[in-house]
């Protein structure tokens, strides 16, 4: 398995992106996808997640009332929608999957992609 993310770039505060993550080659009807995000000097942290029959598990507080995630089966894709961006959400976003159910915990993730930087800056 091979996630790859894109949809990231500089946007300015109050504005939305939408993330993307596929896989080329696999499926991803059958796992559980996350989203983390790492900003510099901070740990990676869990931020959504949505298993293979669809209900999701938020993790992050700062960002429950404003980001989304879905699965478009057609498209073999999951999204992350992002409102009402502030700077501090700043970082790499990263998508992960796995066979079991969704999880707060890197370590249970076992294919991750490359990472999309998201900047929200005036």
């Known amino acids: 398995s091979q996630l790859v993310e894109s949809g990231g770039g500089l946007v300015q505060p109050g504005e939305s992106l939408r993330l993307s993550c596929t896989d080329p080659g696999f499926r991803l009807d059958y796992y559980a996808i996350g989203w983390f995000r790492q900003a510099p000097g901070n740990e990676r942290e869990a931020l959504v997640c949505i298993n293979s029959s669809g209900g999701k598990s938020f993790y992050a507080d700062s960002v429950k009332d404003r980001f989304s995630i879905s699965r478009d089966r057609a498209e073999n894709t999951v999204y992350l929608q992002m409102n009402s961006l502030k700077p501090e959400d700043t970082a790499i976003y990263y998508c992960?999957?796995?066979?079991?159910?969704?999880?707060?915990?890197?370590?249970?993730?076992?294919?991750w992609g490359q990472g999309t930087q998201v900047t929200v800056s005036s």
């Open positions: 992960a999957s796995t066979w079991t159910s969704c999880s707060e915990y890197r370590n249970n993730f076992g294919s």
